[in-house]
């Protein structure tokens, strides 16, 4: 599609880039999941299966022994002891357990497997390996605002490193649903708001944690979550209802997990959420005939956490054994935690509610997985608690963790070129995210330690800064008794405040819905008295989503964006505070002016009557108190240099079968240098279909010395420009395009227009 050159550092990244990315041997050693598949040997294994060692073979539980945080992430269950998972292992009636404790875990349970077992089958063991296994990097949102998929694919794959030397062959991630209101909490696990952006990521994380091959010892299993469309839920609820088209669903949604699943993922999870009153777990048409017919996806579905179970709450089954039934039909082949298919597969098909070929295709394909992942030729092949010590936590692990957490910040605003700072002044730290062992790494992390990451106030006084003063001023979402008091007296004996508020760890993150993105009322007032001493202040935002900023907050002079950035966040932030690196994140998601605009996104409609530009006209499609634009739109960021967009080279026409370079020649003019994200925007003004209002088409990343320009060009081609037709098959229409190249979704850099001809 566009501009495909990829350079070392994945430099420029457009559709068509998606292809490279996408390319594994991995689909083509799993074709399908039939006899033909799997070995011999294997093969005759399910020759001898009885029909409770096949449902055995489909079911997945929490491990027994996991301990710490994953005791707290799992929610609670009266399910065995470890010696009674491990006798349920070695009878046959689990595949596997996911949040274990560690390789020595790993070691007894697959031991007394191998030795005990009737047939010998390995085990596989999952983990929420999200962002990071104990070295932490920034969560996925985060790491997106770098625009940067090479970065991904090098943060996985160290992921993939430190945790399959644990015991772990699977990592329920990517999470790739695309995330258009800020409300929902699990925002923060995905790449954002626009699909391009997200098909990128979904490819580079699945590379990064499957590596070459599936067998090697450093691989682990990716998988394409939540399959489909959870971010779309209603009112940003988690869990709630989603109702959207197919065409919508087709064009925002769907391609991020066929990006996921070219690039070779062996497996995905169903959602919760419904589908216009079908819920995922019980859907055949996305999970047979687009999943498997359309898409020809070799490799399994899980279910997610008792996902089957809650088809009866949303009144889809009558109970376990009509869920059961429903959703080993649609196509969840495994399901987690509910032990539904433990409990009811076997009479299911003994009444021929369920078909065998049914039940014994989904075997077949978790048995070539595991195959595919070297369980059967050695089924310790990633258990060595030796090796699991060496691997944790290594030097080149932390330094890419700080380069990463460098790389996602995104500077907002910089009026009067307040930052960097000059690490002589008497700075005052701020907040409750100043200093402290706390919410450091972020939400969705099992295996890391707060305890163990460098937090703010390390960092900057790390980087040289000594005249520094720690106040907390108050809590996340309570005040201090005399904290603003004593946080008014340290701004007052400083030359600059450096204000560290936004969400706790637990306030974004599955489950944690907020209705107002903003930052909460203890810190805002915390915000308003520092501001009314008159200092400068510099606002650092700890967030897992778009916020709306009010008051103090947003009319600071200086405000970055640094998420959570896992365990270098405080030697990160300092870094770009003091200028050792310049800030180059660009957000991946819209921040909009009230919390009532959500969802909003830069790809939205015109509309029949368009807000325009200027003052504000009467029955326009705009809020009373808000434009119909973002505060900060998706691409924005600012740098440490002066950047400017000039000498647009469009040319007048597109024939159908050729293509056109568009270009523009983009100027630092400040004194520092400064990495600079070029993006292209496209517009459709007249089609069959209503068009999105910009559309992202590919970006660029280009360093900029003080005082140099570089001409940035990017190739446009008539299949760029397709859209779902009428038949919602692929289709595009000759006509007039309008094209940005600009440093964001709402920018103007240079703009100019083209037609497309036949």
Not at 457 to 486: F, Q, W
Not at 726 to 734: C, F, G, I, N, Y
Request: contains cysteine.
């Amino acid at each position: 599609m566009t501009d495909i050159t990829i350079s070392r550092r994945a430099a420029l990244m457009g559709a068509g880039a998606i292809v490279a990315w996408a390319s594994s041997p991995a689909r083509a050693l799993l074709a399908q999941a039939d006899p033909q598949a799997l070995p011999a040997r294997i093969e005759a294994i399910v020759q001898r299966m009885t029909l409770e060692e096949k449902a055995g073979q489909l079911q997945l539980n929490a491990a027994a022994w996991s301990g710490g945080i994953a005791t707290g992430l799992n929610p609670p269950s009266n399910g065995p002891s470890f010696e009674g998972q491990v006798a349920d292992a070695v009878a046959g009636k689990l595949t596997g357990v996911f949040n274990g404790n560690g390789a020595e875990m790993a070691r007894r349970m697959q031991d007394a497997v191998m030795r005990q077992s009737r047939l010998k089958i390995p085990l596989i063991f999952a983990a929420d390996v999200i962002h990071g296994h104990r070295t932490i990097f920034p969560v996925p949102v985060a790491e997106a605002a770098s625009f940067d998929p090479d970065l991904a694919m090098r943060t996985a794959r160290m992921a993939a490193y430190e945790a399959a030397a644990a015991g772990i062959d699977w990592t329920f991630f990517p999470m790739v649903d695309i995330a258009r209101d800020q409300r929902w909490g699990r925002t923060m696990e995905g790449a954002g708001e626009d699909p391009l952006l997200g098909q990128l990521f979904a490819a580079a994380r699945v590379k990064g944690f499957q590596g070459r091959n599936l067998a090697d010892a450093d691989a682990v299993m990716a998988c394409v979550k939540h399959f489909a469309a959870y971010g779309a839920a209603e009112s940003g609820l988690d869990y709630n209802s989603v109702d959207l088209s197919e065409r919508t669903l087709r064009e925002v949604y769907l391609p991020p997990y066929k990006a996921g699943f070219d690039a070779g993922a062996m497996s995905g999870m169903a959602s919760f959420n419904e589908i216009n009153g079908i819920p995922s777990h019980g859907n055949p048409w996305l999970l047979r005939k687009v999943l498997r017919d359309e898409w020809r996806f070799p490799g399994f579905i899980v279910g997610d956490y008792t996902g089957d179970e809650e088809m009866i709450a949303a009144g889809f089954a009558k109970d376990g054994k009509d869920a059961a039934r429903i959703a080993l039909l649609a196509g969840v082949d495994m399901s987690m935690q509910s032990n539904l298919y433990a409990q009811h597969l076997p009479a299911l098909v003994r009444e021929g509610a369920v078909p065998q070929a049914v039940l014994d295709e989904s075997v077949r394909r978790v048995l070539a997985v595991k195959h595919q992942l070297g369980l059967f030729d050695d089924p310790f092949r990633r258990i060595d608690t030796k090796r699991e010590t060496a691997r944790s936590r290594t030097k080149p692990a932390l330094a890419l963790s700080r380069e990463a957490a460098q790389k996602a910040m995104v500077l907002l605003k910089n009026d009067g070129d307040l930052l960097p700072l000059d690490p002589s002044r008497r700075i005052a730290l701020i907040g409750p995210f100043a200093s402290g062992q706390h919410d450091l790494n972020g939400p969705w992390v099992v295996y890391g330690d707060n305890n163990r990451a460098i937090d703010l106030a390390t960092g900057v006084k790390a980087a040289g800064a000594r005249n520094v003063s720690v106040t907390p001023g108050s809590g996340v979402e309570e005040p201090l008794a005399g904290g603003i008091d004593a946080a008014v007296a340290a701004a007052r004996a400083a030359d600059v405040v450096v204000l560290a508020i936004g969400e706790s760890e637990t306030m974004s993150g599955e489950a944690q819905s907020r209705t107002a993105i903003t930052v909460p009322a203890p810190q805002m007032a915390l915000a308003e008295a520092v501001a009314a001493t008159g200092k400068p202040i510099v606002v650092l935002l700890k967030n897992g989503r778009g916020l709306a900023l009010e008051g103090a907050v947003k009319d600071a002079p200086a405000i970055l964006v640094t998420w959570f950035l896992g365990s270098e966040t405080g030697h990160a932030i300092a870094d770009v505070l003091f200028g050792r690196v310049g800030p180059s994140g660009r957000l991946p998601l819209s921040f909009p002016h009230e919390s009532g605009q959500e969802p909003y996104y830069y790809a939205h409609k015109a509309t029949g009557r368009p807000a325009p530009d200027g003052p504000r006209q009467p029955y326009k499609a705009q809020w009373r108190t808000s434009p119909n634009a973002a505060l900060y739109p998706f691409g924005h960021g600012l740098t440490y240099g002066k950047v400017s967009y000039a000498a647009p080279v469009v040319p007048a026409t597109l024939p159908w079968d050729g293509r056109i370079e568009v270009a523009a020649t983009v100027t630092n003019s400040g004194t520092r240098p400064c990495e600079e994200l070029v993006q292209l925007y496209i517009r459709d003004r007249v089609a069959s279909i209503t068009r999105p209002v910009r559309e992202m088409k590919a970006f660029r990343k280009v360093a900029l010395a003080p005082g140099k320009s570089e001409r940035v060009a990017f190739t446009l081609t008539r299949e760029q420009l397709q859209f779902l037709g009428k038949d919602l098959q692929p289709t595009v229409e000759p006509g007039t395009f309008d094209v940005w190249i600009a440093p964001s979704a709402q920018a103007d850099g240079v703009h100019g227009t083209f037609d497309l001809v036949r």
